[in-house]
């Protein structure tokens, strides 16, 4: 089975600045799929970026961007020119992509950022 | 964020009620899916529905009961729950089969308390 790891709880960053979320995961599988969620406080879970893992090209996605590091199963979130709207609890989540599994989305436990003005 | 809509949004119950949490999707997918979401632990899948036929069922308690009457719908049903049910439900939709782009849109969630 799939097991995603997400070692930092809490984590801080100053307006403005850079922070990186750590993802780490676990899998026997060589074709799947990994994201980065987003939970505001009291708001809807929504996508942030994903990742495919054939493709060796780390995802860009305007002020966020991945380190996808398939050979050490590692897949850590930038947030660079950190805003306060970007504080919310941060979930890494893995997919595979062989068929009649595609569907189940498995997460790590989350880290909750906090963005200080 | 109005994709995909829960309700109610809080719900406190006690061990003998019997409730039901409702999900609607408005994005035309044709999977749902429900999670529980508890503090501190990741969520959770508890059901699967594709196409109206459940799919998969993660070993979760027969007090909850899901029902899919269309792609469009979703119901979570609640009977005789524990304290230790007490969580954020969530669900979701998505287009199925899902290659990359058949991400899962999520709805806010129903708060539940159970006493």
């Known amino acids: 089975a799939q097991t995603v790891t997400q070692s930092q709880p809490e984590m801080s960053v100053q307006e403005a600045e850079t922070v990186t979320l750590s993802c780490t995961y676990d899998?026997?599988?060589?074709?799947?799929?990994l994201f980065w969620y987003k939970q505001p406080p009291s708001r809807q879970m929504i996508l942030v970026i994903r990742q495919e893992a054939y493709k060796q090209q780390n995802a860009t996605e305007n002020r966020f961007s991945v380190n996808f590091q398939k050979a050490a199963k590692s897949f850590s979130l930038k947030i660079s020119d950190s805003q306060l709207g970007d504080a919310a609890m941060y979930f890494c989540a893995y997919r595979s992509a062989r068929s009649g599994s595609a569907r189940q989305l498995t997460f790590g436990s989350g880290t909750q950022l906090t963005v200080l003005p | 964020e109005t994709g995909v809509t829960q309700t109610p949004r809080h719900l406190v119950m006690g061990m003998t009620n019997k409730k039901s949490l409702k999900c609607e999707q408005h994005?035309?997918?044709?999977?749902m899916y429900w999670y529980k979401q508890s503090a501190k632990k990741p969520l959770e899948l508890m059901f699967v529905?594709?196409?109206?036929?459940?799919?998969e069922n993660n070993s979760v308690p027969s007090r909850f009961s899901p029902e899919c009457p269309n792609s469009s719908h979703l119901f979570l049903h609640l009977h005789t729950l524990q304290p230790e049910d007490s969580a954020l439900y969530l669900c979701?939709?998505?287009?199925?089969?899902?290659?990359?782009?058949?991400?899962?849109?999520f709805g806010p969630g129903t708060r539940l308390t159970v006493t």
């Open positions: 899998t026997s599988e060589s074709d799947y799929y």
């Open positions: 994005l035309g997918h044709n999977a």
């Open positions: 529905y594709s196409l109206e036929e459940r799919v």
């Open positions: 979701a939709s998505s287009q199925d089969p899902q290659g990359l782009a058949g991400e899962q849109y």
